[in-house]
């Protein structure tokens, strides 16, 4: 995906990767989202444990709870170029790098069949929040691993180590 200038907002976490020359360097933004965690309350037993098997979980026991967490990683680009004299190439390489790291979901499903102050319904609302807090450590974990893998990577091509392309 090529971006805009308009795409790399203000008040989102900045770096910059560095090559060699003065001119060598592309601006990085990472976008982190780790959203609240919703909490639904609407579904049976058996409309839970069906979720959970979408999921690919199987369970010889009930489910009267479930976390889903979903994440995704993706990487926007703005690229400059320019044409060799005489020959039918062109040397790319990157300016500008939006890093999305984010959670899209984080919902917690407990069963409506546990009234909200019995001792059922505060087990399985302890136990998923010890999984959101889980995902958001992880979460929090390879954040730091991303920003440092990219920081480190040598293969990204800046102005002083373009690619070739036909």
Not at 63 to 79: D, H, I, N, R, S
Not at 135 to 162: F, M, S
Request: aromatic share 12%; glycine share 4%.
């Amino acid at each position: 995906t090529v971006l805009s200038p308009r795409s790399f907002g203000p008040k989102i976490q900045r770096d910059v990767l560095m090559g060699e020359g003065a001119d060598a360097s592309a601006q990085v933004q990472y976008v982190f989202r780790f959203p609240e965690t919703v909490y639904d309350h609407t579904h049976s037993i058996s409309e839970i444990e069906a979720l959970s098997s979408k999921l690919g979980e199987e369970r010889n026991f009930h489910v009267p709870a479930l976390t889903q967490a979903e994440f995704g990683l993706k990487t926007y680009y703005q690229f400059n170029y320019s044409k060799r004299v005489f020959q039918d190439s062109y040397e790319l390489w990157i300016e500008n790098l939006k890093v999305d790291f984010s959670y899209n979901k984080m919902v917690v499903y407990i069963t409506a069949s546990y009234p909200t102050d019995s001792c059922e319904y505060k087990t399985a609302i302890s136990h998923e929040d010890h999984h959101v807090e889980i995902h958001r450590r992880i979460y929090e974990k390879y954040k730091k691993t991303l920003q440092d893998a990219l920081a480190a990577a040598k293969l990204i091509p800046l102005a002083d180590r373009p690619v070739t392309v036909q």
